[in-house]
């Protein structure tokens, strides 16, 4: 029993954590059925802009708790705003699966950067992104004096956008030329992770609730703030005007602009919640367990997916539900497996990880629409 | 041979077909006639199986078709058309109707890649079976052009000939001659009879331009909103008060 | 016109024996030394997988992302046959352990096509992403499944542990130029093949309209499973090959990340062009070959070069043309007229 309770709080709050992520995969797919990967990247990003603002800006408690969320959840915002802008709007008119391969592109392009920068390699990347703003400088001019490469008359150059262009590279270039101090913070590459300072956050306490169960105030501060998150999305989607376009854009992208609603902006704003949702659960998630590393989000994007399609993917309800069961399938797949088996002592905690793709078969064998979905019937 | 009693398909809460019940001989040329959304196409789609019908049944030559995969049931011998055409477009012409004969080869996978002799003269003989078919539509020009770069009066013939490739029994025609000019439209028709004659072939059509379908069907079916409103020869339904009354609220083609 | 077909065979088959031919004299002549044969053969299995994958996501218009799920599988099958069973070592002459190897080599190749069916079964009936998903998680379970299967070997006196999260090392070095040259293009004329007979029209039916392939009267769910499941026995082939020629295997080896490297190897050739995806996958092996003193940026670019190809470049370097000499006589005027 005791055992079952303590592993029950513990799959809650790790379920609280793949709902947030799973919400970001089911908003977007709801509005544009496009499955954005990179997710799992934008959970490592809300972790690791979190360490850098808990280490670079030593705040009173409590203030240090909401900006060290708050902070990392906008960054992670505009990140997504600009992932939709650079990479999947230009492919909205194309095949689905365009779109699906980008995302692929843009997840494995962050894992790796974040991976490669250090404090060794930074000046390597600000010198790369001054080399780009260089070269885009080098192409406008040359399509500008000598038409090449070879431009249509009526396309012309966008002056604005190009300016933009250079100027975010250049400081991007900037921000990455001076950021050598900072990375030497991060140490991943010794140690294969970096720890999380939780400890400047909080002064862990233990709460006994029943027997030898235990809950700590980190824990109740992740559930808090979760359900907050989620019962502010909810708000924002049954009760507000963007909400409603958000809903309408679902089935009727047509109608919706006929309204005179612009959908582009509606997927933005899509993109900026689901990313700081999942911002936001990449800093829970490193205050529970305090190492990040460039592909710490890789699993926890994955699983958030299936946690999605299990609650069936497109709904809200079912991401929140779907999340909650795959954390505490997780946890008790793992709290509870055998160590030893026999006389053979096999360990089946490897195994346990699995569960979630087993869920993921089940699912798809059984209900390939999810908890809360509907069939899908296509028109011919 | 195409025996339907009593179809019904819902789409949500919407009735899309009601009590659909038809009987069709072999050799005969039925029309399927009805305002837009009159659920003509979703009959077609019930038949080849895309949907399952909620409520109702298909039978094929005494056989219960209902509920049978689409790939099933064209190889039972009912196949058909797309009013918005559905070809494979970057493929060539012979390519496609070539696809079509793929349930009628038999190379195994292993005559495939040794490209035994059986499976070089099968390949050569669809090609040349598919090359003279296409020729009957007026198509050996464009042969080796991809699909989807011809105009739409040539992609809706190569739809048919797709289809009669197959071998079929009965054709189910969505709106051959959709977009074409009433003197190309009977042209069209008058060459399907004729090949519906030499293929001993069944045909239901979907028409929509009502002097097209009056010359060719025997009997018409007309639909409104879901529900047959008419059954009868061309002069009767040409006279028949109800269909009169469906069609002048699109601006009486009659 | 028959003569035609045999031309450009023929120059193929020539520049084939040539190519063999300067490579086995400089490599004996110690002209190309051992680092570069290992490239040379490191080119063609990256081209195995990337044709192989092609078959599937090229061709059929299916969307797997793991490819390397597969790949893994194959090295371990057939690392724990010549390990395991046969007992190769590095002592055990060429000739003895060939004919092990060949065995390992087609069960590796049986049993990634098995893992295919099963996972390709219930998963391609369902829409274009779930299979995505499927194959990602899917390369998780591979990495799940070698992190839990160990065996104790006794190796005379002590024991040492095989498998598990330390990997599987060891492997004896099996993989020479010629075998993986004699696999390579058995592969691509069966896959070149196969994509040119009823079957494989079968497939690129579905790709352009899946709809309308089933009311031809295709059976769409053999098809693609099909298709996943020949995409996958290479690439379980091709997993033996590379067991063989790096010699160590670790269970993250089938993961995302590497997967992501053969979908790339894929759109940069061209979806539905056997030819960009061999060149492709020889381009990108050298390149990363020659890369390899920057590291970790490789991967970095990788991922850009994804993005931009999908953004700029839809159609790859080849868009589905290929060389002459491999489509057939009758399809070649096809595609010489367009
Ligand atoms: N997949 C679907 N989901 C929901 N409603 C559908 C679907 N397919 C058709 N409908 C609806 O069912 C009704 C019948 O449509 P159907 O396409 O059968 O009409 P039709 O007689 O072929 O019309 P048209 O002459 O325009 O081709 C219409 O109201 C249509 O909007
Ligand atoms: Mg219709």
């Known amino acids: 029993m005791e055992v079952f309770l303590s592993q029950f709080i513990f799959g809650i709050q790790r379920g609280t954590i793949y709902a947030l992520i799973a919400l970001g995969y089911t908003m977007v797919y709801g509005v544009v059925r496009l499955i954005n990967f990179a997710y799992g990247e934008v959970f490592m990003l809300g972790a690791l802009f979190s360490f850098f603002i808990i280490q670079l800006m030593p705040l009173p408690p409590v203030l240090n708790v909401i900006v060290a969320l708050l902070v990392p959840m906008a960054l992670c915002a505009i990140l997504g705003l600009a992932m939709d802008t650079v990479a999947y709007k230009p492919l909205r008119a194309k095949p689905r699966l365009a779109a699906l391969i980008t995302a692929i592109g843009v997840s494995f392009f962050l894992s790796n950067l974040v991976s490669y920068i250090g404090p060794d390699s930074v000046r390597t990347v600000s010198v790369l992104l001054f080399a780009t703003a260089g070269l885009v400088i080098l192409m406008t001019l040359s399509q500008k004096l000598f038409n090449f490469p070879k431009v249509p008359k009526s396309t012309g150059i966008n002056w604005l956008k190009r300016s933009i262009m250079v ?214 | 041979m195409l025996k339907i009693d009593h179809l019904t398909h819902y789409f949500g809460g919407l009735k899309a077909v009601e009590d659909f019940s038809i009987d069709i001989q072999p050799r005969q040329m039925i029309g399927l006639i009805g305002p837009n959304g009159a659920g003509k196409t979703t009959i077609f789609n019930l038949i080849t199986g895309v949907y399952k019908p909620t409520q109702g049944h298909v039978y094929f030559d005494g056989e219960d078709l209902t509920g049978f995969k689409p790939w099933r049931i064209t190889q039972h011998g009912i196949v058909r058309t797309f009013q918005n055409i559905r070809l494979f477009s970057t493929m060539s012409v012979i390519e496609n109707i070539m696809v079509a004969h793929h349930f009628r080869m038999k190379a195994g996978l292993l005559a495939s890649i040794l490209r035994l002799p059986s499976f070089i003269k099968e390949e050569r003989e669809t090609r040349e079976m598919a090359a003279k078919l296409a020729d009957i539509f007026g198509l050996s020009d464009v042969l080796e052009t991809p699909a989807g770069s011809l105009p739409y009066g040539r992609q809706r013939r190569v ?87 469906a069609y002048l609220g699109e601006g009486a083609k009659l | 016109m028959k003569k035609l077909t045999n031309k450009a065979v023929l120059f193929a088959i020539l520049g084939l024996v040539v190519v063999y031919g300067i490579v086995t004299i400089l490599h004996q002549n110690h002209i190309l030394n051992d680092y570069i044969m290992r490239i040379i053969i490191l080119m063609m299995i990256n081209a195995i997988l990337a044709v192989s994958l092609n078959l599937i996501n090229g061709f059929t218009g299916l969307f797997s992302v793991g490819h390397a799920g597969f790949m893994i599988t194959g090295g371990y099958v057939a690392g724990f046959i010549t390990t395991l069973v046969f007992k190769v070592t590095a002592e055990t002459p060429y000739y003895q352990a060939l004919p092990m190897f060949v065995i390992a080599i087609l069960a590796a190749g049986a049993v990634s096509a098995l893992v295919g069916f099963l996972i390709g079964l219930p998963v391609l009936r369902l829409s274009d992403d779930y299979l995505a998903i499927v194959t990602i998680g899917f390369g998780e379970i591979i990495r799940v499944i070698f992190n839990f299967i160990s065996f104790k070997v006794d190796k005379g006196g002590w024991v040492q542990d095989v498998g598990g999260p330390r990997g599987l090392s060891g492997i004896p070095l099996l993989s020479n130029f010629t075998l993986v040259m004699i696999v390579f293009v058995l592969t691509i004329i069966i896959i070149r093949n196969f994509i040119y007979s009823r079957h494989g029209r079968a497939c690129i039916a579905i790709r352009e309209n899946e709809v309308a392939a089933h009311l031809m009267g295709i059976n769409i769910t053999k098809y693609k499973v099909m298709a996943f499941v020949l995409g996958s026995t290479f690439a379980g082939v091709a997993g033996a090959l590379l067991a063989h020629i790096i010699q160590m295997l670790h269970p993250t080896m089938g993961g995302f990340m590497k997967s992501v490297e053969y979908l790339i190897m894929v759109y940069l050739g061209g979806m539905g062009s056997i030819s960009g995806s061999v060149i492709a996958a020889f381009g990108l092996t050298a390149v990363s070959e020659f890369l390899r003193p920057i590291g970790e940026l490789r991967m970095v670019l990788y991922g850009v070069l994804l993005i931009i190809l999908m953004l700029k470049m839809p159609a790859g370097l080849m868009g589905r043309k290929e060389f002459p000499f491999l489509v057939p006589l009758k399809e070649r005027q096809i595609h010489a007229k367009n």
């Not at chain 1, 958030?304 to 954390?327: D, K, T």
């Not at chain 1, 699912?363 to 390939?368: F, I, M």
């Not at chain 2, 379908?213 to 002069?235: N, S, Y």
């Open chain 2, 159 to 245: 739809e048919i000939v797709r289809a009669l490739v197959t071998e079929p029994k009965l054709l189910l025609l969505d709106e051959p001659a959709a977009g074409m000019n009433p003197k190309e439209a009977l042209e069209l028709l008058a060459l399907i009879k004729k090949i519906a004659e030499d293929f001993k072939l069944t045909i239901l059509l979907i028409e929509h331009q009502m002097p097209v379908v009056m010359g060719v069907a025997e009997r018409i079916h007309v639909l409104d909103f879901g529900r047959t409103i008419a059954v009868g020869t061309p002069k009767e339904i040409q006279n028949h008060p109800k269909v009169i009354e």
């Open chain 1, 167 to 380: 100027g975010s590279l250049c400081l991007l270039g900037a921000v990455a030329w001076i950021a050598k101090p900072a990375l030497a913070l991060l140490r991943w590459k010794g140690s294969s992770f970096t720890a999380f300072p939780v400890d400047k956050l909080f002064e862990v306490v233990k709460y006994p609730i029943f027997g030898s169960v235990y809950i700590t105030n980190v824990q109740i501060v992740i559930i808090i703030v979760a359900v907050v998150l989620m019962v502010a999305l909810s708000f924002l989607v049954n009760r507000t005007m963007l909400g409603m376009a958000m809903r309408a854009s679902k089935n009727n992208k047509e109608a919706v602009s006929l309204m005179g609603i612009n959908v582009n902006s509606v997927i933005a704003f899509t993109f900026i919640i689901g990313t700081a949702l999942a911002g936001a659960a990449g800093v829970l998630s490193a205050i529970t367990y305090p190492r990040i590393t460039a592909f710490m989000g890789i699993q926890p994007g994955l699983k958030a997916f299936i946690a999605a399609v299990l609650g069936g993917i497109g709904s809200i309800e079912g991401a929140m539900v779907g999340g909650i069961i795959m954390g505490l399938a997780e946890q008790f797949a793992i709290g509870l497996a055998p160590s030893s088996f026999g006389a053979a002592h096999i360990d089946f905690t490897p195994l346990a990880e699995g569960i979630s793709f087993a869920i993921l078969i089940v699912v798809l064998l059984l209900r390939p629409q999810g908890i809360f979905g509907e069939p899908p019937q296509d028109k011919v």
